[in-house]
């Protein structure tokens, strides 16, 4: 009877795309490596527990790359010490996938360090096999971030120095500083009986993994005979007598999870969407405006001067008259007090693009706006001036342009922040594609502070009577 | 009878099974393999079917333990 026989988590034969190593039933890592080994483990408990055909199996770069010539599972080959970030998306897209990211130590502590650092602060739903070798195995022994002090590798031949290179990171530990994770655990496989312990951890952390319960962590000693040029019996004697008092091999943690969520949001209709965001047009548009051509838009002004919510205004506006829209804020450096501009597209049919790069209409609020948008407004477009803060006169004679001191104005009445409010009316007056009217349904319900409603309908009659003089 | 199966073809002659059984039913050969190994050969009586071998060893399908007579 058969006791103990290749795990039927491999595939039978293992079919490469190299010409090199012709599809065959030997696996393409060294002799003695600790690689297949873990392999071994985790195809064998896929199948006792029945997990197979859940399994999602992220393979690392380094000499774990090929984990899809091996396991017969899903597969993803994930870039440099991102599979942590992939995995996220994979565990929380599908509900009832078994998340495996199977890494090295070049990949997990060195290039992929942020990656790691998250999922585990998230407790994302995966299981982790950190296969840590102490070196780059694949590029050629190479020092990694967790080489021992004095190890020599071909890029520290003098032996690794805290002074010049750092002490050896400690993955395990700096896992169980977080709060995220609820088991972490570091095994060797520097004798048959740590072997068997690895088997256990591989197995505890696959049933978290199955049962939905968070974020699991394996660090696995592992020995790397040919990049520490030891035969395979001297690797494990070395990992013994070296790596496990630097590495303590111990469980770190072990918590009674209960099963947690998959961490999507929950499902938002376009009512409830609009409501969290604090749009205003949540009601059914009162008419049907249609335009001939899109219309793009662009308010620029200094931060502070409202360009972002004369822009908003121009949007919920537009939708009130059941046009479609987009708004689009783009700041300097500065969020206050640098340049600061909003892009609005209006359109009868889907925005394409929200980018305005030749506006239809610019708002200059300040110099230094029409300095920069005058050249791109379109040939028969619409320039609006505030001759407050603009002494200069508009260059382009292929524009229409209408001045108006909606500083001067918005102060006289006595809000001088309202500038922005009289600069819109004045927009909608001169270029009828809002109405007067809509405008005024819309500022009650888009101010935040009910306190400033009063003063913007009065900025709105403010600018109407400027706009009949003129 | 326990025993284990190699095959041969597959064993790359680390020697992890050979220091791993606890009862020494594993040394290496001197035939030479299509890999280019000495590979492993099983012979004794004294096998327990511990699967000591087949965990250490780092190959999917080069041991296959067995239990009993069959
Ligand atoms: C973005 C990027 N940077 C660098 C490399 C080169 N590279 C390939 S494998 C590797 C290190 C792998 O070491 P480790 O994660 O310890 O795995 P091992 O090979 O030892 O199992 C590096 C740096 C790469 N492939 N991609
Ligand atoms: S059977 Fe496996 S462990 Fe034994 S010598 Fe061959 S490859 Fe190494």
Request: aromatic residues 6%; hydrophobic residues 40%.
């Amino acid at each position: 009877m058969v006791k103990h026989a290749k795990p039927k988590g491999f595939y039978d034969v293992f079919e490469r795309k190299s010409q090199d190593f012709p599809a065959g039933e030997t696996t393409h890592y060294c002799p003695g490596c600790g690689h297949g080994t873990v392999h071994k483990l985790i195809a064998e408990a896929l199948v006792d527990m029945g997990l197979q055909d859940r399994t999602i199996f992220l393979s690392p770069v380094g000499c774990a790359v090929f984990g899809y010539y091996y396991f017969d599972t899903g597969n993803i080959q994930c870039a440099h010490g991102r599979a942590p970030a992939v995995g996220t998306g994979v565990a929380r897209s599908l509900d009832d996938a078994v998340v495996i990211s199977y890494q090295g130590d070049g990949d997990l502590a060195g290039i992929g360090t942020a990656e790691i650092v998250h999922a585990a602060n998230r407790n994302e739903n995966m299981a982790v096999f950190f296969v840590n070798n102490a070196i780059y195995g694949m590029t050629g022994g190479q020092m990694a971030p967790t080489t021992l002090l004095g190890q020599s590798t071909t890029t520290s031949p003098l032996g690794r120095k805290s002074e010049r290179e750092g002490g050896p990171i400690h993955m395990a530990e700096v896992m169980s500083a977080l709060e995220g994770p609820i088991y972490i655990e570091r095994c060797t496989l520097s004798s048959p009986a740590g072997v068997m312990k690895t088997r256990k951890a591989v197995r505890k952390a696959l049933t978290n993994q199955s049962e939905k319960r968070g974020f699991s962590f394996v660090e696995i000693l592992s020995p790397c005979p040919v990049g520490w040029k030891m035969t395979p019996v001297q690797s494990r004697s070395w990992m013994a007598s070296s790596m496990e008092s630097v590495f303590p091999v111990k469980r770190f943690r072990d918590e009674e999870a209960a099963p947690k969520g998959n961490g999507r949001l929950p499902f938002l209709d376009d009512g409830a969407l609009r409501d969290l965001v604090g749009a205003v047009a949540n009601e059914v548009p009162t008419k049907v405006s249609t335009l001939s051509q899109d219309l793009g838009v662009k308010i620029a002004g200094f931060g502070g001067q409202g360009v972002m919510s004369a822009g908003i205004l121009l949007a919920n506006a537009a939708i009130h008259e059941g046009l479609h829209t987009t708004w689009l804020p783009s700041y300097g450096p500065e969020m206050r007090g640098g340049k600061a501009n909003a892009s609005v597209v209006l359109s009868s049919d889907a925005v394409g693009s929200p980018v305005v790069d030749v506006p239809q209409a610019l708002l200059a609020m300040n110099g230094p706006s029409l300095d920069a948008f005058e050249n791109h407004v379109v040939p028969g477009g619409l320039v609006m001036v505030n001759s407050s803060l603009i002494s200069r006169k508009v260059e382009r004679r292929d524009v229409r342009v209408f001045e108006a001191p909606v500083s001067d104005l918005a102060a006289e009445a006595g809000f001088l922040k309202g500038a922005n409010i009289v600069m819109l009316a004045l927009f909608a007056l001169e270029s009828g594609v809002i109405g007067i009217q809509t405008l005024k349904e819309i500022i009650p319900k888009s101010m935040k502070n009910k306190d400033l409603v009063e003063i913007n309908l009065r900025l709105v009659d403010v600018a109407e009577e400027f706009h009949g003089r003129e | 009878m326990n025993h284990v199966v190699v095959s041969t073809d597959l064993c790359k002659a680390c020697r992890l099974c050979v220091e791993a059984c606890p009862k020494h039913c594993l040394e290496l050969g001197s035939a030479i393999n299509a890999l280019g190994h000495q590979a492993v050969r099983f012979d004794s009586q004294e096998c327990t079917a511990c699967g000591m071998c087949f965990y250490v060893c780092p190959e999917p399908g080069t041991l296959t333990v067995m239990k009993g007579t069959a």
